[in-house]
């Protein structure tokens, strides 16, 4: 860059001297990633106001031949939000936090891209409506950071993941022009499809700045049961069997392992166990209906009923209260939390076909012990869909420096990508690319498709403007 201070002049003019970050301190949090695995550096965060200050952010940032690192709440996994460049201006959505349009009759919102992920909940619940997108970070993540990411959750099951909540976009190009694609439309076959290839994007295309919402009808009956299991394979038996009964009423079903629990109940305060003894497997499933003479609860009864006739499962409990069914899913939403204080993880999105689903599992679990027979090995995930995090789990004190745990991340990485391939699966089912798993894709994926990717890449950002070096393996942002 030319004169990166001729850039902070000019940036503060437009937005306003508080809105231009340059303190070593406040910069800190933003420079970091959620898990800590990545300490960046940036010339400064912006805090814009709305749509039009974001485009002429845009425009001076190009014009000076500084980089742009989109960042919403900074809860990604993948070190996408983490800036690498002393020329980087760090973007930050969360001024752009307005509902602009409810629209009950079309199950449509239209919002603002640093709207709080709970917040949107809480909003569309208050027109009697569902926004159905919900994981541990909605707190704290953004709604554009959810797109940019094309988010999963525990919901996927039932409503998809983020790319088929939107229908509409309004995203600000790397020259500055502003897309506006805010249709309320459930039908709209004018063309290319545009609006998805920034949704997944990682902030490499484009900054999101609103989006259309689709909304669901609040569900008027639910019934949510965790039940302990012996194998993973009886886990998806049962998943079999909820299923033919209840059909796409099950809305969730996560799957987490005993050694994964475990941390949960060291490490989060005020979590229990709600079994008498331990299982090697526990499942969490949610079923709901828009139609409240629904009686969700004694099906999903009888179908525990009969699985545990069957041996499938060992022991069920159905909550009584709501309070009861809050604490059953913080359990399962402490994952991270518990996962981050315990220790350092190397961490899987995989995602496979149902039916390899086993296999990939016991071929990481192989793989893993062989090489490393003292970490500890945890399973989590949103199993309905076919995506079981594996977390390679070691102490504190596990590695003496940065470059034996990216060793030993290599090695891991190898073994369950292997396990990832043979079963016809993805390496990324929901977290993303960002800055870890750049190689990853390269490696993993259809040539042609990565060739399109590196085009599209080039066609709208040919200076690799927009969030350098990530997802695509350009160049090295450290
Ligand atoms: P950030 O982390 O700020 O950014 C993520 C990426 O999007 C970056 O590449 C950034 O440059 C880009 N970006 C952000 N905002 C914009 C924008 N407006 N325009 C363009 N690009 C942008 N993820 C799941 O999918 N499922 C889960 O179940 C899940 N559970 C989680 C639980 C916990 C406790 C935590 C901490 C994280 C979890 N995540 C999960 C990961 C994370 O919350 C999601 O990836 C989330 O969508 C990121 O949103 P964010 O606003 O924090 O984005």
């Known amino acids: 860059m030319r004169d990166p201070q001729a850039l902070l002049t000019s940036l503060r003019t437009l937005l306003g001297e508080r809105h231009v970050v340059t303190q070593a301190t406040d910069l800190e949090p933003l420079t970091r990633d959620w898990r800590g695995r990545y300490q960046g ?12 200050q974001v485009a002429a952010t845009v425009l001076l940032v190009r014009e000076h031949g500084g980089k742009i690192v989109p960042q919403g709440g900074n809860t990604g996994m993948c070190g996408g939000a983490t800036p690498f460049s002393e020329e980087a201006v760090v973007l930050r959505l969360d001024r752009l936090n307005r509902v602009r349009q409810v629209s009950p009759l079309d199950n449509t919102m239209t919002v603002e891209a640093g709207c709080i992920l709970a917040d949107l909940q809480a909003r569309a619940q208050e027109a009697g409506r569902l926004l159905p997108l919900s994981l541990g970070a909605e707190g704290s993540c953004q709604i554009g950071g959810n797109i940019a990411t094309n988010a999963g959750g525990t919901a996927v099951l039932r409503y998809g993941p983020m790319r088929d909540m939107v229908l509409g976009l309004e995203v600000v190009l790397p020259d500055g022009s502003v897309m506006n694609d805010l249709k309320r439309l459930r039908k709209d076959n004018s063309g290319y499809a545009v609006r998805h290839l920034f949704i997944g994007a990682e902030g490499t295309l484009g900054i999101i700045t609103a989006a259309v919402l689709k909304l669901f009808p609040q569900p008027q009956a639910n019934a949510t049961a965790m039940a302990g299991a012996g194998h993973l394979d009886q886990a998806l038996e049962l998943l079999a069997s909820v299923r033919s009964r209840l059909g796409d009423r099950v809305s969730a079903y996560e799957v987490m392992s005993h050694s994964q629990m475990q941390l949960v109940l060291d490490h989060i305060p005020g979590s229990t166990l709600p079994f008498a003894e331990p299982h090697p497997w526990y499942v969490l499933i949610e079923a709901e209906d828009s139609f409240a003479a629904m009686d969700l609860a004694s099906i999903l009864e009888d179908c525990l009923a009969d699985a545990l006739e069957r041996g499938l499962v060992a022991d069920a409990v ?12 913080r359990l399962r939403h402490s994952v991270s939390e518990a996962n981050k204080v315990s220790g350092i993880s190397v961490s899987y999105d995989t995602v496979v076909p149902l039916d390899r689903l086993g296999d990939f599992a ?3 679990e192989r793989g893993v012990r062989a090489a490393f027979p003292q970490a500890r090995l945890l399973f989590v995930g949103h199993v309905g869909d076919g995506n079981l995090h594996a977390v390679i789990h070691f102490d504190h004190d596990a590695f003496p420096s940065r470059a034996d745990f990216e060793a030993t991340a290599g090695r891991i990485n190898e073994i369950v990508d292997t396990a990832t391939l043979a079963c016809d699966g993805s390496i990324s089912a929901e977290h993303g690319i960002g800055l870890s798993n750049r190689k990853r894709l390269a490696d993993s994926i259809d040539p042609a498709r990565y060739r399109l990717m590196t085009q599209i890449k080039a066609l709208l950002d040919p200076d690799h403007m927009m969030n350098p070096g990530k997802v695509l393996v350009f160049e090295d942002p450290q």
Not at 41 to 52: F, G, K
Not at 318 to 329: F, T, V
């Open 41 to 52: 550096t940036a010339l400064c965060a912006v805090y814009p106001a709305d749509t039009e």
């Open 318 to 329: 159905i909550p009584r209260s709501e309070a009861q069914r809050e604490a059953l899913w």
């Open 362 to 364: 016991a071929e990481t």
